[in-house]
């Protein structure tokens, strides 16, 4: 099949990316490199250095002996969408193309607006775009687990049967989104469930639990690792408690810390979203699939970092700062994830060997977390219409412990 | 109470500012002028020619007495909009300004996004306008009935309990919109309601019937008159029905015609949103209200607006084209609308008595009918990823009955 993957330098795009190419899959890409510049807008970058695009196709050629297409352009841009599509033809598009921190969508009203305003309009562009030129190609759009929220229910994989006054109906489950992030994820989802009914789109819908990795079996070198973030905005929260760990700054489950969340292992992700376009669903279909593998508490994920930390000889703290966020934190979690392995999904990985592993990559980029040590404590908030101050009071790292390595951003602007 | 109207220029906006300076409150409103602008766009205007604003101002001055305040601008601009805030600092704020016709959103790609990111910037800048600037006022947010779509179950007001799997919980009622613009009133939804949890801010979210009526008891003269649009893609389905009716084309219900909705008389509508401001919920509450008097079918409506027609001396038929939109043609229809009334509402207005009513004027306003008479019948396809070229063909009016009157628009671009 060729796939097209939108965002395909990004965290989940470029690991995708090589794991269909490893599959015997055609792969080709877009992307507007914005992702690395508002990790730097926010002061920080990835653990591992990330080289220019044409290093990693260069990286791909020769370690796997492949050519991975690429197209350098926006999903804003109407024309560059459609002009793709029609130079590609794509059987599948993978869509990962979008703002994707919560915290990043809460800085203030205008990354709030872009945020939303960016996804819906990416979104309706492939729609559009694909009706006109490839209808009979598979969508599948990057959701969020977060779209659910967290309601005193069993949550399934996007519809379910209720009764009501006496009547029944199969409707789509209610949406409760904590961040203005995820709602332009809430909304792009009803987006292509229109899309899907009014033109008989084929669509995949994955509801995306928080992602764990930093390797996948097909980076077999350090020019093929993808983008590894750690700091507030950027990085997920454990990955932050893992810099934290080796920064030796307090681990910070938020408020109870009762919090649970579905996770997934990056390979396990790759493996489900593979599956999912190697299984379309027919003409019309909006198919929603929860893709998670098990779930946690951030209590859980705090305390097996601190329990990894110790293997590795660092003495891991464990504070409980006020919950920036409006959440639950202590609430019912039990959503449904029966599809994928119905497809044939099997985990491959677990939790505790995977942080093991994140460990021993961020130990060896120590140098780069050390530069960036000011960005991994929390500072925006959710109840706060502004949060610049906070991020500017934040200060550079602290004087005793500069970064000593001259960071790679300097040499080249586009490495991230 | 000092109210602040966002789209006060509009058929809504207009009639609400005169039915609430007439119970005493004051009244300050703010538009960009869009909806004359995109009126003309697909050649049409309103039935009853629109003075320019600063001449509605005046007519409320000599005809009311009272003072209406205007900002000329734009809720997409963020500062705008806060600036307002600070001069004016209103009780409530009632949201009307944003693009409400839903064949507009479907003529292609570019009204699809513009419609969809316009309105939800729109109501982002004015909830992060509010809680900085006036975080105890009051959102009075114009939603629409058709986000709710037609489930087979009755529809309640914003939340229903469901028991799933042997558990329960208050959710939101499922959203299943019909177009690109009610998907963007069912994103707004979602943003209000987070902005209420997040913030405290109190908000009303109005599932809004569709309007009829083109009078309103405080419209004594016609230079108090609001806008009164007949055109396929600005009219309502029972203002084109009635134009048709005057203007000898077949009344279109389109397809089965057993498509149900929810309506309210124009005067209805102004009581129900006054009475949502006077009675604003309490802080951090998000209310929904569903805001109509009573359901008919679109055959129903056709078969009203041919009874009236005869009185009128004319000779309807009624023809059944295609339904251009995607939708149910026959299905179960009972929204629960039960708040207002427990608020205060009575029905004023009966509907073939107001569609007697609307025919009397619009007689009036025949030869502005006329003119535009290839703008009423359908030509937007919900099917089509482009309209424009349906919209070309169409024509313009039929030589054999040209407009003899010198339309207003030419002396005033502004007037529409």
Known sequence: MKVLITGIDG?????????????????????NFVTRKRVREVGSWSANPIPPFPRRQRAVREVLGQELGFHRGDTNDFDFVREVLKTERPDAIV?????RSAPYSMIDVHHAVATQVENITGTLHLLYAMQEVVPESHLVKMGTMGEYGTPNLDIPEGFFEVEFRGRKDTVPFPRQAGSWYHWSKVFDSGDVMFASKIWGLRATDVMQGVIYGIRTPEITDDRLLTRFDFDETWGTALNRFIAQSILGLPITPYGKGEQRRGFIALEDSMQSLRIAVEHPPAAGEYRVLNQFDAAYSVNELAEITALVAREFGLSPTIAHPPDPRVEAEQHYYQPIHDRLIGLGYRRSRELE?????????LRRFRRRLEAKRHVVQPVVQWRRVDSHEAIAQRGPAAPSDPPTERPPVAEDPRMA
Chains 1, 2 share one sequence.
């Open 11 to 31: 965290y989940s795009g470029w690991a995708l990316a090589l794991h269909l190419l490893a599959r015997g899959h055609a792969v080709v890409g877009l992307d």
């Open 95 to 99: 869509h990962l193309a979008e703002q």
């Open 353 to 361: 060997e995977v942080v093991r592993e994140i460990f021993r990559d």
